[in-house]
């Protein structure tokens, strides 16, 4: 196809994705122009490609579209839909059953006969990538039965932030809430670490949480990972009266659980208890990030997740949602006391304390 005024230098290629002919996807060179890539089953598009393609994206006004099922859990396009590039893509996962075409008898029998959980329904119906391998710490089944479980919450829960914060960079600054089994009716707080190099940036808008709470509701305790900017931001905080509300929790600090190498493979190891009777948002970069990590034993037989920088090589993003959320069970955190409410008097009998029958 061309454009018959230009036909030199405005047309549409079509073009095999054979590796031996990558250089056909060299862009154009000059100043002047743009190009446009659109890649199908893109999943199956090799690395090269992707990479010779990207090369054409220097000039002009490019643009690049990828579509396909996610048939892999590696690759360009796992990259730039669920993994480290995602952030510089702008990502739609689309659920067949919502579209108007689709034959929603013949996805109603995959459903019944394979089952919502199975790779074949992930990838050809729900657009997700297919389930973690048995080496990843948090199997899928869990995630997903959390992400359908209607809970009730007491109230006298206390809601409970974690916030996983960016040193600049791709990664991002992730705010999210849990009051008990709930960690679904608020939605989580996203900021590009890009956005947040000042220190400053992130101090006023966990001061004003704190101070207003969200959805009319008070934040009671805020955990905060102590990397990068973190000190300065809960220093800055605790300055501002917020001392008895915020900690500051060292992911590589030791477990308070002898099972558990580290303070992160601690909370990791909470929020997986958790998550069989919990309830989150059916969030697909929630649900990417809790799958993501694997994890391993250490010469004394102690879980050990595996790290970010880890995971990067894998091509996996920085699990920043899921991290957040593992930050709400830091610590053990007593349901409030409402101003006002009575507290009968207790005895002591001997090795523990009673209610007094009046």
């Known amino acids: 196809m061309y454009h018959k005024q230009f036909r030199e230098s405005w047309f549409a290629s079509a073009q095999s ?41 220097a000039t002009g006004e490019p643009f690049f579209f990828m579509f396909g099922n996610p048939t892999r859990s590696s690759g360009a396009f796992h990259r730039a839909t669920f993994g480290v590039a995602r952030n510089r893509w702008t990502v739609r996962s689309i659920d067949s059953r919502t579209c108007s075409f689709s034959n929603k008898a013949l996805i109603e029998e995959w459903r019944q006969d394979r089952g919502e959980d199975s790779d074949f329904f992930r990838v050809r119906v729900l657009g997700l990538p297919p389930q973690a391998g048995d080496a990843n710490f948090i199997d899928m089944v869990r995630i ?9 919450v007491l109230d006298d829960q206390p809601l409970i932030a974690g916030v996983d914060l960016a040193w600049g960079g791709e990664d991002w600054n992730v705010v999210r809430f849990r009051r008990g089994k709930d960690a679904r009716s608020i939605p989580p707080i996203r900021i590009p670490g890009a956005q947040t190099r000042d220190a400053a940036v992130m101090v006023v808008k966990l001061a004003d949480l704190l101070r207003n709470g969200v959805n009319e509701q008070k934040v009671h305790t805020m955990f905060i990972d102590s990397a990068g900017i973190s000190g300065a931001v809960a220093s800055r905080l605790w300055d501002l009266g917020f001392s008895s509300r915020v900690a500051e929790i060292n992911f590589g600090a030791d477990s308070p659980d002898e099972k558990y190498k580290n303070q992160r493979a601690y909370m990791w190891g909470e929020l997986k208890d958790w998550l069989l009777t919990g309830a989150i ?40 949602d899921a991290d957040a959320l593992a930050l709400t069970f830091a610590r053990h955190v007593a349901p409030e006391n409402p101003a006002g409410r009575y507290k009968p008097p207790y005895i002591y009998l001997g090795n523990k304390f009673d209610w007094m029958a009046l």
């Open 144 to 152: 997903r039965e959390a992400q359908k479980r209607e809970v009730a």
């Open 281 to 320: 948002d059916d969030n697909p970069r929630l649900e990417s990030d809790l799958a993501a990590p694997g994890y391993s034993l250490d010469n004394r037989v102690r879980i050990q997740l595996e790290s970010k920088d880890e995971m990067k090589k894998r091509g996996l993003d920085s699990p920043d």
């Open 17 to 57: 994705c054979r590796e031996e002919n990558s250089e056909a996807f060299a862009g154009q060179q000059a100043a002047d122009s743009s190009s446009v890539y659109i890649f199908d089953e893109a999943s199956a598009v090799p690395d090269k490609i992707h990479e010779v393609a990207e090369g054409g994206l």
